[in-house]
Nanobody
Framework: QVQVVESGGGLVQPGASLRLSCAAS????????MSWHRQALGKERELVAQ????????NYADSVKGRFTISRDNAKNTVYLQMNSLKPEDTAVYYC?????????WGQGTQVTVSS
């Protein structure tokens, strides 16, 4: 079955960096766009970044442009989110997402907390 599993979250100070990973299984990873989303406490889930199946096209939320980088390794069935210059407002649960055959698949999420 399709599974996406996030890892790499944690508690960091403002200005620090983190790299999130999402390991995918149960489908042909290299054929599907992937994306990262986040949900802060009391707010709606929002798109953070997305990447095409081949990795040659990316898109970012305005709030993270220039600070976050999404990438993928199709040989490892893994998508990454490099987060630099983290701000307190980046605090949220981060989710990996894929849509396959008209069905949505989400991971369990990984908590990122940015606080001094």
């Amino acid at each position: 079955q399709v599974q996406v599993v996030e890892s790499g979250g944690g508690l960091v100070q403002p200005g620090a960096s983190l790299r999130l990973s999402c390991a995918a299984s149960g489908f042909t990873f290299s054929s599907y766009p992937m994306s990262w989303h986040r949900q802060a406490l009391g707010k709606e889930r929002e798109l953070v970044a997305q990447i095409s199946a081949t990795g040659d096209s990316t898109n970012y939320a305005d709030s993270v442009k220039g600070r976050f980088t999404i990438s993928r390794d199709n040989a490892k069935n893994t998508v990454y989110l490099q987060m630099n210059s983290l701000k307190p407002e980046d605090t949220a649960v981060y989710y990996c997402y894929v849509r396959r055959l008209l069905k949505d698949y989400w991971g369990q999420g990984t908590q990122v907390t940015v606080s001094s």
